[in-house]
């Protein structure tokens, strides 16, 4: 069965500064995709970045990027230039081609001014 | 694009009352889905249609709750009776994808807060 884990129960970072969130999933399958949805208080899960697993460079998109490391089963989120607007909970999903999307239990980040 | 529409907002009932939570998808968006997300915890599939036809229902407790999606496209979630342990935010769902396209990303609306006391 696929799992999804994220370590990090809580992380806070200064106005500005750069955080990075842990994301690891166990799987067999070889190809798949990866996800990071943020779910403000407003509660709509919002896609920030997704990542193809066959792709090797690693998806950006504006000051969110991935560190994807296949063989580790390892997904991370890095948040440059954290914007007070960036708090809220994340959430690292899983899917294969047969299968739902799988959620991690979300990392609650707290931006500080 | 107006986006997943999810009605009410919050609902408080007693236990072993009934409920029932709407959802109106992205209009296109032949899958849907409906997600349980316990307080501290990631969303959980309850159960996955693709136009009217059930994909997956395999987490669905499926002696209180039921999902229908007549005529493809809205659907409702019904809890009948409720448990204490019902209390969680209901997540509806939709997306483009078909079978095979799994790179789809999933679009969310607002949810509905259900309080059981």
């Known amino acids: 069965a696929q799992t999804v884990t994220q370590s990090q129960p809580e992380m806070s970072v200064q106005e500005a500064e750069t955080v990075t969130l842990s994301c690891t999933y166990d799987?067999?399958?070889?190809?798949?995709?990866l996800f990071w949805y943020k779910q403000p208080p407003s509660r709509q899960m919002i896609l920030v970045i997704r990542?193809?697993?066959?792709?090797?460079q690693n998806a950006t998109e504006n000051r969110f990027s991935v560190n994807f490391q296949k063989a580790a089963k390892s997904f991370s989120l890095k948040i440059s230039d954290s914007q007070l607007g960036d708090a809220a909970m994340y959430f690292c999903?899983?899917?294969?081609?047969?299968?739902?999307?799988?959620f991690g239990a979300g990392t609650r980040l707290t931006v500080k001014p | 694009e107006a986006g997943v529409a999810q009605s009410p907002r919050y609902k408080i009932i007693e236990k072993r009352q009934s409920v029932a939570f709407w959802c109106n998808p992205i209009?296109?968006?032949?899958?849907l889905y409906w997600y349980q997300q316990i307080l501290g915890q990631g969303p959980k599939l309850l159960i996955q249609?693709?136009?009217?036809?059930?994909?997956?229902d395999s987490q669905l407790p499926k002696d209180r709750f039921s999902a229908e999606r007549l005529k493809g496209v809205d659907s409702t979630l019904k809890i009948q009776p409720a448990k204490l342990e019902d209390s969680a935010v209901y997540l509806c769902?939709?997306?483009?994808?078909?079978?095979?396209?799994?790179?789809?990303?999933?679009?969310f609306g607002n949810g509905t807060r259900l309080t059981v006391t």
């Open positions: 999903a899983y899917r294969t081609y047969n299968n739902d999307m799988r």
């Open positions: 799987t067999s399958e070889s190809d798949y995709y």
């Open positions: 769902a939709s997306s483009n994808r078909l079978t095979g396209q799994y790179n789809s990303p999933l679009h």
């Open positions: 209009s296109g968006h032949a899958t």
């Open positions: 249609f693709q136009n009217n036809g059930v994909v997956d």
């Open positions: 990542q193809e697993a066959y792709k090797q």
